[in-house]
T-cell receptor
């Protein structure tokens, strides 16, 4: 199966700072998604972004499918942005993935006031 | 509101017991999934189901069983064969093979 590598593993910011999280895949993927896990464990889908760029408020994401990576940008960070950010994707190989997501290990973001 | 409901939030299991985690969705999604998360780790796929009465093993299916008798429901049974069941269990659904996941709020299972 595919390998998903996220960087950095940990990130500490002051409120108001900007940041970029990266996700690399070992093979071509589809169904690429970014999630935020809050301190209570709830996973929220931030973006479904198999290719291109999307923006939602202070968050935006870009996927370059041909180079097998995706970036998540957080601007003007707030304390409520703290938590763990995961990227995930399905392998294109053999057409049998059917939406099965493989997750990275996550980036732990801490935003201080 | 549409969403996924997992119950219970917390579950304690004695050694040798089977326990069943509930997952119900009213999103009219075809596909449903069960993931396991250990502390400080990413999510690993246990089982998934594309349609009613069909399901497939994921990467760590040993010691688990599922059923999909209704579109809305995808319960997970953690059997006594699962040697290390203490974990956070997350259920998800998607509209099909190409669509965003929606997650439930999870069940924390502890062996006592």
């Amino acid at each position: 199966g595919i390998q998903v590598e996220q960087s950095p593993p940990d990130l500490i910011l002051q409120e108001g700072a900007n940041s970029t999280l990266r996700c690399n895949f070992s093979d071509s993927v589809n169904n690429l998604q970014w999630f935020h896990q809050n301190p209570w464990g709830q996973l929220i889908n931030l973006f479904y972004i198999p290719s291109g760029t999307k923006q939602n408020g202070r968050l935006s994401a870009t996927t370059v499918a041909t180079e097998r990576y995706s970036l998540l940008y957080i601007s003007s960070s707030q304390t409520t942005d703290s938590g763990v950010y995961f990227c995930a994707g399905s392998s294109n190989a053999g057409g049998t993935s059917y939406g099965k997501l493989t997750f990275g290990q996550g980036t732990i973001l801490t935003v201080h006031p | 509101d549409g969403g996924i409901t997992q119950s219970p939030k917390y579950l304690f299991r004695k050694e040798g017991q089977n326990v069943t985690l509930s997952c119900e969705q009213n999103l009219n999604h075809d596909a449903m999934y069960w993931y396991r998360q250990d502390p400080g780790q990413g999510l690993r796929l246990i089982y998934y189901s594309q349609i009613v009465n069909d399901f497939q093993k994921g990467d760590i299916a040993e010691g688990y069983s599922v059923s999909r008798e209704k579109k809305e429901s995808f319960p997970l049974t953690v059997t006594s064969a699962q040697k290390n069941p203490t974990a956070f269990y997350l259920c998800a659904s998607s509209i099909g093979s190409a669509g965003g996941y929606t997650f439930g709020s999870g069940t924390r299972l502890t062996v006592v």
